[in-house]
């Protein structure tokens, strides 16, 4: 874990000297970039029971782009904080039979 935490520090100080460079040159290419992929999140609100008033849950639901559901994820919101819960394998698939058709993407 420390060497991941390490890279991650080294990276940090990779973005703020890109950040750097870019606010004293507008041109900046990002030159350090390998590749970019894109994924959306979806906010899925689900609706309270009756017995939990202060309680919202849900479900963040990640797609690439071509529309695909490649990861899901519970979350609950209580008292101002979030809690968020990995699906187990079985649980996403249920997720994702159940999504797959619902929602689109479209990009230019």
């Known amino acids: 874990m420390k060497n991941k935490v390490e890279r991650l520090d080294r990276r940090m100080v990779d973005l703020n000297n890109d950040l750097q460079n870019r606010r004293t040159n507008p041109d900046f290419a990002f030159e350090d970039i ?3 992929d894109m994924s959306l999140k979806i906010i899925v609100n689900l609706k309270n029971y009756e017995d939990d008033e ?6 963040y639901i990640y797609m690439d782009d071509t529309g ?7 979350f609950i919101k209580e008292d ?17 039979e159940l999504y797959k058709n619902v929602f689109t993407v479209n990009v230019d």
Do not use: C, P, R
Request: aromatic share 6%.
């Open 34 to 36: 390998d590749s970019v």
């Open 54 to 59: 202060n309680i919202e849950d849900g479900i």
């Open 68 to 74: 695909k559901i490649i990861n899901a994820e519970y």
């Open 80 to 96: 101002g904080e979030v809690t968020i819960i990995s699906f187990d394998e079985e649980q996403l698939e249920l997720i994702i």
